[in-house]
Nanobody, 124 residues
Framework: QVQLVESGGDMVQPGGSLRLSCAASGFTLSRVDMGWVRQGPGKGPEWVSVVEAGTGFTYYVDSVKGRFTISRDNAKNTLYLQMNSLKSEDTALYYC?????????????????WGQGTQVTVSS
């Protein structure tokens, strides 16, 4: 059974940092493209970042480039998102997503392939 469990969300002040984790089970994380999706208050879900399975290439949406870093620990079967210089507009529920094969910033993966989410709130 495929399962994704996110953790690490919290409330931080603008300029602060957080590291989100996503523990995967039921499949080998390194064999599929993985990513992070977020949904802010009153907004639709949006892409944040992706890491490709084979190449390890990483991709970021413009709003988080230079501030967020996606990574994975294959031994722990865990995906991470290091978030620095957080802004109020980063406030959202963050989901880990099993993509399969990333083809660009098109449609998001099915909700069936997301975790339950972890809340990040950036506020002074």
């Amino acid at each position: 059974q495929v399962q994704l469990v996110e953790s690490g969300g919290d409330m931080v002040q603008p300029g602060g940092s957080l590291r989100l984790s996503c523990a995967a089970s039921g499949f080998t994380l390194s064999r599929v493209d993985m990513g992070w999706v977020r949904q802010g208050p009153g907004k639709g879900p949006e892409w944040v970042s992706v890491v490709e399975a084979g190449t390890g290439f990483t991709y970021y949406v413009d709003s988080v480039k230079g501030r967020f870093t996606i990574s994975r620990d294959n031994a722990k079967n865990t995906l991470y998102l290091q978030m620095n210089s957080l802004k109020s507009e980063d406030t959202a529920l963050y989901y880990c997503a099993r993509i399969g094969r990333f083809l660009g910033w098109g449609p998001l993966p099915s909700r069936d392939d997301w975790g339950q989410g972890t809340q990040v709130t950036v506020s002074s």
